[in-house]
């Protein structure tokens, strides 16, 4: 049975790469919400976003940060990554700036999200959590790439946070 899944990434710059990671179809993610649906809960106050996003991830096993240009300094996902380390969810990153968007663009590759996150014991986020960096020169490469490996990848995230004690999985805070 597929896993189920929470989708991060920065909806301005790479809802259409998102989109294409979504239909892999090897995992069970929920859909992306519209554009209109999501300026709703956007214009919303900051706990209302927050309570949006944690129903969202009600369920879910692991979430996977989809690394874009801008992903890093993207607030709601930084709150994506601390909220899904505190529920001890399975956590990963793909880089996904080689794939296309709607205008048949690639992108630059940017900062890993994992590093402006400090764990308790001062160590980065980073130091834990995989950002996977997909094979490919061109976007086809890349997405067979990463519709290969991302089952391995959830399975290792998820079995990393099963190894990890819960001593070590308090919240983290951004950096």
Known sequence: MPRRVFYSFDYEHDCWRAAIIR????????????????????????????????????????????????????????????????????LL???????????????????????????PDGKKLSSVVTAYAPKGETSAEVYAYIS????RWIEDAIAARSGISSGNADSPASG
């Open 23 to 90: 239909n892999i179809g090897v995992i069970q993610g929920k859909r992306p919400m519209h554009d209109n649906r999501w300026e709703a809960v956007d214009r919303g106050n900051d706990e209302a976003i927050k309570r949006w996003i944690d129903q969202q991830l009600r369920g879910r096993s692991c979430t996977i940060i989809l690394i874009g240009t801008h992903t890093a300094h993207c607030r709601w996902v930084q709150y994506e990554i601390e909220r899904s380390w505190a529920l001890g969810k399975g």
């Open 93 to 119: 990153g793909i880089r996904i700036h080689q794939l296309l968007d709607q205008h048949q663009q690639a992108s630059e590759p940017g900062p890993n999200p994992f590093d402006a996150v400090m764990l």
């Open 148 to 151: 290969q490996h991302i089952q």
